[in-house]
Nanobody, 116 residues
Framework: QVQLVESGGGLVQAGGSLRLSCVASGHTFSSYSMGWFRQAPGKEREFVASITWNGGSRSYADSVKGRFTISRDNAKNTVYLQMNSLKSEDTAVYYC?????????WGQGTQVTVSS
């Protein structure tokens, strides 16, 4: 089992940047694909970005392409989401997800609020 703890959220002005971190417990972090999702008030949770176990492949939602970058450091059991050029519509709770062989684990989320 994997436990995930996100951090790095906060309040930022439009056009600003934030870097989210997600630290995973356990010894098999490097085996998991990792992803970031977000959920805005009154909306369903949506995919933001994902990265394969070795960082060899990354995917992004169209809405964040060119602005967000996902990366991971397997030595630190950590996945990051660098968010630049933030917009008010990026306001949401951001969740980290770990996936392996059909099992998914979620963090508790971190709030990102972008003021216009």
């Amino acid at each position: 089992q994997v436990q995930l703890v996100e951090s790095g959220g906060g309040l930022v002005q439009a056009g600003g940047s934030l870097r989210l971190s997600c630290v995973a417990s356990g010894h098999t972090f490097s085996s998991y694909s990792m992803g970031w999702f977000r959920q805005a008030p009154g909306k369903e949770r949506e995919f933001v970005a994902s990265i394969t176990w070795n960082g060899g492949s990354r995917s992004y939602a169209d809405s964040v392409k060119g602005r967000f970058t996902i990366s991971r450091d397997n030595a630190k059991n950590t996945v990051y989401l660098q968010m630049n050029s933030l917009k008010s519509e990026d306001t949401a709770v951001y969740y980290c997800k770990a996936g392996l062989r059909g099992l998914d684990y979620w963090g508790q989320g971190t709030q990102v609020t972008v003021s216009s």
